[in-house]
């Protein structure tokens, strides 16, 4: 199943955004919720991962203090909030799910992530 992401967009540095994940509701149990990002001629990269059973979450060192993932179990939606945003946060948005039985969700294994969708923009100048 296609998870589907929304929310990007472009704002001056310093400024915030909330992005938004629509996902499926069997992830609610014992997955790894991962948020990631790519810049034009880079890698994807993993920058934040929230387990789905216990709400713990883990965030890559570039972003820690600044953003935050959530969920919505009721309204089967995920999000990433982020603050103080800085121009090396541009790239392209997505995110994705594992199945977990461990809880444990960091380092985030990106090849295993499912789900991937078109993901959403984000541009801080």
């Known amino acids: 199943v296609q998870l589907v992401e929304s929310g990007g967009g472009s704002v001056q540095a310093g400024g915030s955004l909330r992005l938004s994940c629509q996902v499926p509701?069997?992830?609610?149990?014992?997955?790894?919720m991962g948020w990631f990002r790519q810049a034009p001629g880079q890698e994807r990269e993993g920058i934040a991962a929230l387990y789905t059973e216990s709400g713990r979450h883990s965030y890559t060192d570039s972003v820690e203090g600044r953003f935050t993932v959530s969920q919505d179990s009721a309204e089967n939606m995920a999000y990433l909030q982020m603050d103080n945003l800085k121009p090396e946060d541009t790239a392209t948005y997505f995110c994705?799910?594992?199945?977990?039985?461990?809880?444990?969700?960091?380092?985030?294994?990106?090849?295993?992530?499912?789900?991937w969708g078109q993901g959403t923009q984000v541009t801080v100048s």
């Open positions: 509701g069997y992830i609610y149990s014992r997955y790894c």
């Open positions: 994705a799910a594992v199945p977990r039985g461990g809880g444990r969700c960091w380092p985030m294994l990106t090849p295993l992530y499912r789900g």
